[in-house]
């Protein structure tokens, strides 16, 4: 199965760090936070890669030509530097289509998440989608979530949030193409309100350890886990 892991954002919230370089590209310890993401899937036998690039895409490009890893597949493809998540996905659908289902994740968070685990919970449920539900941080959104997986509600990001959270670690039938405009669009606004409206998301809860890289704090948090070895991804 391939991954697809959304690399092109601006990360203006980590100015400190992303003015010279893109966000999947700050370093946890020595390694940028974007390999030690690929690692997580090779710890579970998955290892083709789609990296969808925008903003300075070159120094990504670059560091995995320097740095090549023979066990890893990677694609490297542009989809533009102010592409929103659903029209990124979008630009890879020829490299997917073929896919009967493929991994999405965001190129800035880190878990201690059953890949494999996962993709048995999307297979059993048989929806178009599967997210990896996690606990949140104050400032995020939130997920109403019935017993069996099924997502009742999807808001992201409000102001009052209480349970559970998008991780970010998806699972997608092909299927979800049908939900992408081809105009630009948010992937966690409109195609997940309609898939939750369809009833075909759902989501696998995950008590374990979960942390975005947000802010320059939260960068700060992650190396000093990593720096403590006291790291769990």
């Not at 980590?14 to 993401?37: A, F, N, R, Y």
């Not at 029209?87 to 020829?94: A, H, V």
């Not at 989608?129 to 409000?158: M, S, Y």
């Not at 699972?171 to 195609?191: A, H, S, T, W």
Request: glycine share 8%; hydrophobic share 35%; with cysteine.
């Amino acid at each position: 199965m391939k991954i697809v892991i959304l690399c092109g954002g601006l990360g203006s919230r980590l100015s400190e760090e992303t003015k010279t370089k893109p966000k999947p590209m700050v370093k946890i310890g020595k390694d940028p936070i974007l390999v030690h993401i690929m690692k997580i899937y090779e710890k579970y036998g998955f290892n083709k890669f789609i990296l969808a690039l925008g903003y300075k895409k070159n120094i990504i490009i670059d560091y995995f030509k320097k740095n090549k890893n023979k066990k890893w597949n990677i694609e490297f493809v542009d989809t533009g530097k102010n592409s929103l998540t659903g029209n990124r996905l979008l630009k890879l659908k020829k490299k997917l289509i073929n896919e009967e289902s493929f991994f999405l994740t965001y190129g800035d968070g880190l878990i201690d998440l059953n890949i494999t685990k996962l993709l048995n919970f999307h297979k059993k449920n048989k929806k178009i989608a599967t997210l990896t539900a996690v606990r949140p941080p104050a400032r995020f959104g939130e997920l109403k979530i019935q017993k069996a997986g099924l997502v009742k509600k999807f808001e992201e990001k409000n102001q009052i949030n209480q349970g559970w959270i998008n991780g970010g670690f998806f699972v997608l039938n092909k299927k979800i193409f049908d939900y992408l405009p081809k105009n630009q669009c948010m992937l966690e606004r409109g195609p997940m309100t309609k898939l939750t409206q369809d009833k075909q998301l759902v989501a696998l809860k995950h008590n374990g350890f979960w942390q975005c890289m947000d802010t320059l704090r939260d960068k700060e948090l992650l190396n000093k886990l990593w720096n403590s070895g006291k790291f769990k991804w």
